[in-house]
Every structure is written in structure tokens, then in C-alpha cells.
């Protein structure tokens, strides 16, 4: 059965730093991503990775802040999260395709971790 089991959310003062984890299961993927969603706002694309690694993408909102890596031996991703706002307050989802083209639909989800930065 495949899953993707996040983890790694909480509750942290602006400018501090958190890392997510992504645990997938049940096969291994091509492109890995994280999308956050916010109160009352649609899902954002967040950042997201290659399965060699060698490609990496972010939101202009996160670029320098954040750092999205792979550990290929464990089938996890990590969302190095740095220098946080109140802003980046959300449901953070992490996702994966067997797809590494950008334009295709993530087909597989996690349930979500909550990250709140308080001000």
C-alpha cells in the first residue's frame, strides 16, 4: 500500500526554524513535493525535488528560507524550514508522482502537519 507520512510540525516563534519529514511507503517515486495550505486560502506549491535530487524547485515566497532534500535510503524527504514567519503558518502536505515532468498532477498525498509560527 502506498503512503506518505508527514511529520515534524508545531508550534514556533517567527525567525525560528523547523524541518518536515515525508516517510513514503509502498514504492518509490519520481518527484516529491510539499504544498501548504492556509485558513481560509487555496493549497500553494511550496518546493519540490527530483528523486536523484538534482532538481529542486521552490515558491518565490520561500526562496532562501526553506530547503528541500531527499534521503534516498530511507524513502523520506525533509522540508528544512528557516527563518519562519507567521505567514508560513498552515497545513503543510507533502506529495509524490511516479511522474517527473512539473506539469503533471501529484497523485498521491499525505494527511498534512500543522506548522503555526506565532508573531
Known amino acids: 500500500q502506498v503512503q506518505l507520512v508527514e511529520s515534524g510540525g508545531g508550534l514556533v516563534q517567527a525567525g525560528g526554524s523547523l524541518r518536515l519529514s515525508c516517510a513514503a511507503s509502498?514504492?518509490?517515486?519520481?518527484?516529491y513535493g510539499w504544498f501548504r495550505q492556509a485558513p481560509g486560502k487555496e493549497r500553494e506549491f511550496v518546493s519540490a525535488?527530483?528523486?536523484?535530487?538534482?532538481?529542486?524547485y521552490y515558491a518565490d515566497s520561500v526562496k532562501g528560507r526553506f530547503t528541500i532534500s531527499r534521503e534516498s535510503a530511507k524513502n523520506t524527504v525533509y522540508l528544512q524550514m528557516n527563518s519562519l514567519k507567521p505567514e508560513d503558518t498552515a497545513v503543510y502536505y507533502c506529495?509524490?508522482?511516479?511522474?517527473?515532468?512539473?506539469?503533471?498532477?501529484?497523485?498521491?498525498w499525505g494527511q498534512g502537519t500543522q506548522v503555526t509560527v506565532s508573531s
Open positions: 525535488i527530483t528523486r536523484t535530487g538534482d532538481n529542486t
Open positions: 506529495a509524490a508522482s511516479v511522474y517527473t515532468a512539473t506539469t503533471i498532477p501529484y497523485d498521491h
Open positions: 509502498g514504492r518509490t517515486f519520481n518527484r
